[in-house]
């Protein structure tokens, strides 16, 4: 990851010198680009419980995935508001003294990031009602059979609904700054990719697993849809988290289960996690085109 990460950062180093060079000035060393950075998001944007918190009212550390891409992309500025507990409603109003969060995109906005649809699809009851559930029958699947009774899937009903909620969101932040590249950011895996998971770390049931994933992953795709016909890029975060689940030990996990080992919320990513997160949006970053479709 290191690695990777210096090869991303020299990269667009010597990109922006070789504009500056084509332009007929010498680059300065200590130049970088005027790159105007603005995050908006939800708890796994902002990493409630990663030391340092520097917002306590939205649970922000200043180790968030947004913080360690800004401090490598060396941006002239940087504003971060995401907020534990966002929804798609709360780009336009306020949480606490959290102000609307567009409130913080403007014409002069060059990158924006957004990671948001979690909390509209109910992301602590789902883990809440799954786990009381699980507690019942933690062998069983009875989840599964809470939220796809009388043949409806109510998850996936939700993430349908959850679409256009998404894609105003990225209406809104285009109109407000039309130049920005804007990356969608999808969401890491609590589960493991196979087997029934890991009671009592997380406390889903042994059947409930498959339904679980699929849901993040039907979620994930919906990102991706709304992301692909908004001008915006998509980010994966799922793949390159498959083996560091909640399940795993501390060591080699990325999302931490019901109690935490490390500083963090349960089932929200850790300061590993969140730099995984980083090290995929920089690989994003330095693909060709100005992030959008």
């Not at 966002?86 to 990031?113: F, Y």
């Not at 009851?125 to 933690?138: F, K, Q």
């Not at 796809?148 to 407000?176: N, Y």
């Not at 995929?280 to 479709?293: D, F, H, T, V, Y």
Request: charged share 20%; with cysteine; proline share 9%.
């Amino acid at each position: 990851m290191r690695k990777s990460r210096r090869r991303t950062a020299s990269g667009l180093a010597a990109l922006c010198a070789a504009a500056l060079m084509a332009g007929g000035g010498a680059a300065p060393a200590s130049a970088a680009p005027a790159e105007r950075y603005v995050a908006l998001g939800d708890s796994y944007t902002s990493g409630p419980g990663i030391p340092r918190q520097v917002d306590a009212g939205c649970a922000r550390s200043d180790r968030n995935y947004p913080s360690l891409t800004a401090r490598e992309l060396r941006v002239a500025s940087f504003t971060d508001v995401s907020c534990g507990g966002a929804t798609t409603a709360d780009m336009w109003r306020a949480q606490g003294g959290n102000p609307p969060q567009l409130t913080a995109v403007s014409r002069r906005t060059t990158l924006v990031t957004v990671q948001i649809g979690g909390n509209d699809i109910g992301f602590g009851e789902i883990m809440a009602t799954c786990g009381r559930l699980g507690a019942t029958d933690p062998a069983g699947a009875p989840c599964t059979a809470h939220w796809t009774a009388d043949g409806a899937d109510v998850l996936a009903d939700r993430i349908e609904a959850a679409a256009p909620l998404v894609e105003k969101v990225l209406d809104a932040v285009h109109q407000r700054s039309p130049r920005a590249r804007v990356y969608v950011l999808g969401y890491p895996p609590i589960l493991p990719e196979t087997g029934p998971g890991c009671w009592p770390q997380v406390t889903t049931a042994a059947g409930d697993a498959p339904y679980l994933r699929a849901t993040a992953k039907r979620l994930n795709a919906m990102l991706r849809q709304v992301a692909e016909r908004s001008r915006a890029r998509y980010v994966d975060t799922y793949t390159p988290a498959i083996g560091h689940d909640a399940c795993r030990p501390p060591a080699e996990r990325w999302m931490e289960p019901l109690v935490p080992a490390s500083p963090a919320a349960p089932y929200h990513p850790n300061a590993a996690g969140e730099r995984a997160m980083a090290d995929a949006l920089l690989e994003r970053l330095a693909e060709p085109g100005r992030g959008r479709r």
